[in-house]
């Protein structure tokens, strides 16, 4: 049996040994360890590459949001909290669910059931945690059909949605999967399993159709780096 590796943090010690004490009764998940802070838990993540966190939301320093922000690769997340405002956020984001405190064994019980089968749906996706403005998204990179360049943010386009990232398009190529994503131009890049048609315009230029509407030009540099991956 795979089982869900899984780390705890929150700042109180008693909370992270009620989490731990419910766990016992589930053969499937491990505990991977725990942390009592973001910078700790920043650290324990990259080690252990967790498939799961219990997190608490408000926690001295940096908050839970704050921690998944700083993440490349956020994983799949239960939000613990005593703050019942708190949980409109957690809603918000898209969390698995949100447990507060004291932790019910019965609440407990559902927020395992969800993990399970959303872990088990998502074992592959790759997501960040993003604040724009005073909203919470978990994006899901697969979903990302456009990112444009804007100052020192990208814009990324998912869904209806246009989140902004405080990231240049410089330090997202470098991260990004250049199987999956191509920089078109110097101010736009393209998830290349949204590309519909490709075209040859006036003046020889190379444009992209995308699924989800919009024509997009190639440079003459990039157009030859993209025929000789094989997509034209």
Same mark, same amino acid.
């Given at each position: 049996?795979?089982?869900?590796?899984?780390?705890?943090?929150? @700042?109180?010690?008693?909370?992270?040994?009620? +989490?731990?004490?419910?766990?016992?009764?589930?053969?499937?998940?491990?505990?991977?360890?725990?942390?009592?802070?973001?910078?700790? *838990?920043?650290?324990?993540?990259?080690?252990?590459?967790? %498939?799961?966190?219990?997190?608490?939301?408000?926690?001295?320093?940096?908050?839970?949001?704050?921690?998944? %922000?700083?993440?490349?690769?956020?994983?799949?997340?239960?939000?613990?909290?005593? /703050?019942?405002?708190?949980?409109?956020? *957690?809603?918000?984001?898209?969390?698995?669910?949100?447990?507060?405190?004291?932790?019910? %064994?019965?609440? /407990?019980?559902?927020? $395992?059931?969800? *993990?399970?089968?959303?872990?088990?749906? =998502?074992? =592959? %996706?790759?997501? +960040?945690?993003?604040?724009?403005?005073?909203?919470?998204?978990?994006?899901?990179?697969?979903? $990302?059909?456009?990112?444009?360049?804007? @100052?020192?943010?990208?814009?990324?386009? $998912?869904?209806?949605?246009?989140? /902004?990232?405080?990231?240049?398009?410089?330090?997202?190529?470098?991260?990004?999967?250049?199987?999956?994503?191509?920089?078109?131009?110097?101010?736009? +890049?393209?998830?290349?399993?949204?590309?519909?048609?490709?075209?040859?315009?006036?003046?020889?230029?190379?444009? +992209?159709?995308?699924?989800?509407?919009?024509? /997009?030009?190639?440079?003459?540099?990039?157009? $030859?780096?993209?025929?000789?991956?094989?997509?034209?």
């Amino acid at each position: 049996m795979k089982k869900i590796k899984t780390i705890i943090i929150d @700042d109180e010690r008693n909370a992270r040994e009620e +989490i731990k004490r419910l766990l016992d009764d589930y053969d499937d998940f491990e505990i991977a360890g725990e942390a009592k802070n973001a910078d700790e *838990a920043k650290l324990l993540i990259e080690l252990s590459k967790p %498939e799961l966190l219990f997190l608490d939301i408000q926690m001295p320093e940096r908050s839970g949001f704050e921690l998944l %922000e700083s993440l490349e690769k956020v994983p799949q997340v239960i939000f613990i909290t005593a /703050f019942d405002h708190y949980a409109v956020k *957690a809603f918000e984001v898209s969390a698995i669910d949100y447990l507060m405190k004291p932790v019910r %064994e019965e609440r /407990f019980a559902k927020a $395992v059931a969800q *993990a399970r089968l959303k872990i088990a749906n =998502t074992a =592959t %996706e790759s997501r +960040i945690f993003v604040k724009d403005r005073q909203q919470y998204h978990f994006i899901n990179w697969a979903e $990302v059909y456009l990112i444009e360049s804007m @100052d020192n943010y990208a814009r990324l386009y $998912v869904d209806d949605r246009k989140v /902004f990232l405080k990231s240049s398009l410089n330090q997202l190529e470098k991260k990004l999967d250049e199987a999956v994503f191509f920089r078109i131009n110097r101010a736009q +890049i393209i998830n290349r399993h949204f590309i519909d048609k490709v075209s040859i315009g006036l003046g020889g230029r190379m444009k +992209i159709n995308l699924k989800t509407g919009g024509v /997009f030009e190639v440079s003459e540099r990039q157009a $030859v780096k993209f025929k000789n991956m094989g997509r034209a």
